[in-house]
């Protein structure tokens, strides 16, 4: 009878979904109700059949700890995703491209430091951030450093790939106007690498939010999400948890969702925002 339930009510709202799916005018809701599916279906399932809060709270409790605790998750949403994540996004994004072009100027570079890189990226972040908690301390800086390697090397093979992306007759163009290297690489090769760009950009969105939280667990002052996180699961306090992953959640869906905006007014041109 409960397994009954749940799956009229999942039927129903499907094809609820898939009607609002067929128009244009209704589209947009489509995700909204999607996600209050999976909302609804997650709250009858732990209620119908008694599942214990400590292996899954109920949205309804985890939204009633959401509203409670609003100046706590503001406090290490802060310390989190503005000063850690927020400000090593920044200065790993922005040293992979200046990096980048650099590469683009000189082959040996390119064969020296692209394999170095790469090693940084493999380095498991587990064994890397404890050792930038004690070089940096127990502040926001760690948890910067730790999101600045982690965003660096994606970022950084994203844009040198699409500075090569222009091809060899729009290069002779530009010689043919006697631009400099500079000029091309302003009017040319950098509006070409936007798409790639931008890719990289969006792929740092989510490491940052991980490299931040995750290099809480290794260190933080009192406040912070990893903190927060690590504390309310040692006190079986899940509600906490999942309101914790929450703000995680809608950070990252943010952030990436203005990268992709600011990406939408940028590249226009490229066949990829047409249609």
Not at 21 to 34: D, G, Y
Not at 239 to 259: F, H, K, N, Q, R
Request: hydrophobic letters at 55%; charged letters at 10%; glycine letters at 8%.
């Amino acid at each position: 009878m409960k397994i009954a339930i749940i799956l009229l009510v999942w039927i129903g709202l499907w094809w609820l979904n898939t009607r609002l799916a067929r128009s244009t005018k209704t589209a947009w809701f489509v995700p909204i109700l999607f996600g209050i599916t999976l909302l609804l279906l997650w709250e009858l399932t732990v209620r119908l059949f008694g599942v214990s809060p400590v292996i899954l709270p109920p949205p309804t409790d985890i939204a009633l700890t959401f509203a409670s605790e609003i100046p706590t998750l503001w406090e290490d949403f802060v310390q989190t995703i503005i000063k850690g994540a927020f400000s090593g996004y920044i200065i790993g994004c922005g040293a992979a491209f200046v990096t980048a072009i650099i590469i683009d100027r000189s082959p040996f570079l390119q064969r020296g430091l692209l394999p170095i890189g790469n090693f940084v990226a493999a380095l498991p972040i587990v064994g890397v951030a404890p050792i930038l908690v004690m070089w940096f301390g127990f502040d926001w800086q760690s948890k910067a450093a730790v999101v600045v390697i982690m965003v660096f090397f994606p970022m950084l093979v994203n844009t040198v790939a699409g500075l090569q992306a222009s091809d060899n007759m729009q290069r002779d163009l530009m010689r043919t106007y006697n631009a400099s290297y500079v000029q091309t690489l302003a009017k040319l090769r950098i509006p070409t690498a936007m798409p790639f760009i931008f890719n990289g950009l969006k792929i740092a969105t989510t490491l940052a939010l991980i490299g931040a939280i995750v290099a809480e667990f290794f260190g933080s002052p009192i406040k912070g999400m990893g903190f927060r996180i690590s504390t309310e699961v040692g006190r079986l306090n899940l509600d906490m948890v999942w309101a914790e992953i929450t703000v995680a959640a809608i950070a990252g869906s943010a952030l990436y969702g203005l990268v992709s905006y600011i990406e939408q007014r940028v590249t226009f041109w490229h066949p990829s925002q047409r249609g």
